[in-house]
């Protein structure tokens, strides 16, 4: 059974840094591909990034280009997203999610394996 356990969430000031990692256990990760989403309160999860897990290639939401980087650490199987310039506007909670079929896609119904969330707060 795929599990995925998001940590690093907490309270950032704007501008600031935040890194959040979404450890796998359960699966064979190698042809996965892994992704943020996001939910702010009232809103519709919001994709944000995306890895494969094989290749490396990556694929983001228009909101975050620029400002926020995914990647993975195939030893640990664990994938990150550094986020950097943080805005009010990105304050919530993010998880990590993973596709067994191995393309990357911005949808969330794509994605069958769901983290628990963590909550990210950017004060002004």
């Known amino acids: 059974q795929v599990q995925l356990v998001e940590a690093g969430g907490g309270l950032v000031q704007a501008g600031g840094s935040r890194r959040l990692s979404c450890a796998g256990s359960?699966?064979?990760?190698?042809?996965?591909?892994m992704a943020w989403f996001r939910q702010a309160p009232g809103k519709e999860r919001e994709f944000v990034a995306a890895i494969s897990w094989s290749h490396g290639s990556t694929y983001y939401g228009d909101s975050v280009k620029g400002r926020f980087t995914i990647s993975r650490d195939n030893a640990k199987y664990t994938v990150y997203l550094q986020m950097n310039s943080l805005k009010p506007e990105d304050t919530a909670v993010y998880y990590c999610?993973?596709?067994?079929?191995?393309?990357?896609?911005?949808?969330?119904?794509?994605?069958?394996?769901w983290g628990q969330g963590t909550q990210v707060t950017v004060s002004s």
């Open positions: 359960g699966g064979t990760f190698s042809s996965y591909t």
């Open positions: 999610a993973a596709n067994s079929r191995a393309a990357i896609s911005s949808a969330a119904r794509e994605y069958g394996y």
